[in-house]
């Protein structure tokens, strides 16, 4: 039962441009959403997170976007870095408890 | 605080056999989670527990799989028999009751042959 769901396994775009990842939840009762990156062989990292009580929120090159009625989330890489390139793994928690997407593998080329 | 600690950080292991994963969490962290990673699925949810109760394993794939936490420092995640379909990254998380976001250890990657 896949709670979360990211629907495209690989991403790739050039750099300084915008890197969009998407993320679609199911379950009406998630209230927390968050984004981890993970490099190969490392464990995943948080990078940002947003309430469900906002639809949006920025830290630095990072934004999140909350769409509750579509129960839809997405991660805006602007400038995207060859740096980013990287596993971005959505994640939504209600009850502490926390659930994944599959992933999308973003890579950025020079 | 040196963070999530998992040991092996590597497994290999013949199918039959007994497997082993270990964490320990952050000091003074409620919540242990334990995800299996794969190509297809992504991060799996397969246990979590608060203070050192197991509140959900509905994601465990089968009674061969099996965790537990005899305190709030060490948990163990345990596979019997092993068959070579378990083979994965399998990552420990912790996560203090007032924090947002979990914590991940540098996950163990079984292979099962």
């Known amino acids: 039962d896949q709670q979360v769901k990211q629907n495209s396994p690989s991403l790739s775009v050039q750099e300084g441009r915008i890197s969009i990842l998407n993320c679609d939840y199911t379950?009406?009762?998630?209230?927390?959403f968050l984004w981890y990156k993970k490099y190969p062989a490392e464990g995943p990292t948080f990078l940002i997170s947003?309430?469900?009580?906002?639809d949006k929120n920025e830290d630095g090159r990072f934004t999140v976007f909350l769409n509750k009625s579509a129960k839809h989330l997405s991660l805006h890489i602007v400038p995207s870095q060859p740096g980013d390139s990287a596993v971005y793994f959505c994640?939504?928690?209600?009850?502490?408890?926390?659930?994944f997407g599959a992933g999308t593998r973003l890579t950025v080329k020079p | 605080d040196a963070g999530v600690i998992q040991s092996p950080r590597h497994e290999v292991t013949e199918m039959g056999q007994e497997v082993t994963l270990r964490c320990k969490p952050i000091?003074?962290?409620?919540?242990l989670f334990w995800y299996r990673q794969t190509m297809m699925r992504g991060l799996e949810l397969l246990i979590y527990?608060?203070?050192?109760?197991?509140?959900?394993d509905s994601g465990m794939p089968e009674d061969r799989f099996s965790a537990k936490m005899p305190n709030a420092s060490f948990s163990t995640l345990k596979i019997q028999p092993s068959e070579p379909r378990d083979s994965a990254v399998y990552f420990c998380?912790?996560?203090?009751?007032?924090?947002?976001?979990?914590?991940f250890g540098q996950g163990t990657r079984l292979t099962v042959v």
């Open positions: 000091s003074g962290h409620d919540y």
């Open positions: 527990f608060n203070n050192n109760v197991p509140i959900d």
């Open positions: 994640a939504a928690s209600g009850g502490n408890d926390m659930r």
């Open positions: 379950n009406s009762m998630f209230d927390y």
């Open positions: 998380a912790s996560m203090g009751t007032e924090d947002t976001e979990a914590f």
């Open positions: 947003i309430s469900s009580i906002k």
